[in-house]
């Protein structure tokens, strides 16, 4: 048998490049390149797609943007209260704010706040290792290293908490939740 390439090249899973513009490399300064794209993902819906690749000193950026709710505010409440909920996979977008009420905690987004593909566990984790060397310098130390403590523990499964993604943009949701219990408000 023999069988051409374009026999099996399904363009439905290929990106579709929708614009490219010359930037500076955030690292070198250099002319480079970012390029947008647009995929439709099962289960997911639409991603935008960002890649650039800076030719002179080799540095890659890549970011992807669920459209599903872009423009609209969303609110997803995750209720962390057993271990399959810790491995949910959540998309949080640059703009999206992060609570934990039973912690007292409240992130803001801003300005050097990347998008990311995450876990719950991961964002915990993250939210304590970024707090712990803060600790030293608030007034109530004891306090902060017992929000530290708490988070570490919710990442662990030990402590059941409720995390709270409240983004503007639209552009955060749930990629993937199996056996957790969470709601999602889009409001118009």
């Known amino acids: 048998m023999n069988f051409e390439l374009r026999e099996f090249a399904d363009t439905r899973y290929v990106p579709k490049k929708l ?16 390029s947008i794209y647009a995929h439709d993902v099962p289960v997911v819906g639409t991603l935008l797609l960002f890649v650039l690749t800076c030719p002179n000193c080799g540095y890659r950026y890549r970011d ?9 505010h969303v609110r997803i409440t995750i209720k962390l209260n057993k271990p399959q909920a810790l491995s949910a996979l959540l998309y949080r ?4 704010n992060v609570s934990i009420p039973e912690l007292d905690i409240e992130i803001n987004a801003g300005p050097a706040n990347p998008g990311e593909i995450t876990t719950p566990e991961a964002l915990l984790l993250k939210l304590a290792e970024t707090l712990f060397p803060l600790c030293t310098t608030v007034d109530n130390p004891e306090k902060c290293f017992d929000v530290v403590k708490k988070l570490v523990q919710a990442a662990n499964g030990e402590v059941p908490v409720t995390l709270v993604i409240d983004d503007p943009s639209g552009l955060s ?10 709601s999602v408000v889009v409001e118009s």
């Open 19 to 34: 614009s490219e513009q010359t930037v500076s490399c955030p690292v070198c300064n250099a002319e480079t390149k970012l």
């Open 64 to 72: 992807s943007v669920p459209l599903a709710h872009a423009g609209k």
């Open 93 to 96: 977008s640059p703009y999206a």
């Open 173 to 182: 949701t749930i990629l993937k939740a199996t056996e957790c219990e969470y």
